[in-house]
């Protein structure tokens, strides 16, 4: 599919634009909550490839903070949602773990805008997503996923430990609820859009 430029077979004339269509990608550390956010946004049933932990994952992957976690995504989370009559966002998310990384590049290929859900407790595991999107020049923004018991930081201070650039969005969330990754996607969307507009100017200059 040419996202971006959806053309359903079908159409008469006279009758309303096809929609839009956006590849989305969803990056972040192992257990972060990529999973549930898919699930709780999609209007489909989201497609999951996820398995039981092995006890050889437990001896190599970071496990800290999410000892409870007894699964984890192999391959990738889909699912869709309308933003619009005229949007739909496609969104795909990607395996958290290091050693399935390589799927990055396929999964990367047409998206036009990312989101890396962060977990405070564990900073330092968006680091690997923030620095694939940005030498790609995807626009992304981060989204605080706000895990019951974890301790609140300024969102400044956040920006700061992730020495994040000022026009970076960074956006608070809770993966569980529908309406609050729908306002993360509809930031992340916002952000696109201003970065293409900016491109455009740029341009011109």
Not at 98 to 117: K, N, P, S, T, Y
Request: glycine share 10%; net charge negative.
């Amino acid at each position: 599919m040419d996202y971006g430029a959806y053309d359903p077979v079908g159409g008469q004339p006279g009758s309303p634009p096809p929609p839009r269509a956006i590849k989305i990608l969803l990056a972040g550390g192992f257990g972060v909550g990529k999973t549930t956010l898919v699930g709780a946004v999609s209007e489909i049933k989201p497609l999951r490839t996820e398995e039981l932990l092995s006890e050889g994952s437990l001896r190599t992957d970071r496990t800290e903070g999410v000892e409870a976690k007894t699964t984890t995504t192999v391959a990738m989370d889909f699912g869709r949602i309308s933003l619009r009559r005229d949007l739909v966002l496609y969104l795909f998310g990607t395996p958290g773990q290091q050693r399935f990384w390589f799927m990055w590049d396929e999964l990367a290929i047409g998206a036009l805008g990312a989101v890396v859900l962060a977990d405070t407790r564990r900073l330092a595991d968006s680091f690997p997503a923030i620095d694939y999107f940005e030498r790609r020049e995807i626009p992304f923004i981060i989204a605080l996923n706000c895990f019951d018991g974890a301790r609140r930081y300024a969102i400044e201070d956040v920006r700061m430990a992730l020495d994040l650039e000022p026009g970076i969005p960074m956006v608070l969330c809770d993966a569980r609820s529908r309406e609050s990754s729908k306002e993360v996607l509809i930031a992340l969307v916002e952000h696109v859009l201003a970065t293409a507009s900016q491109e455009a100017v740029s341009g011109i200059a």
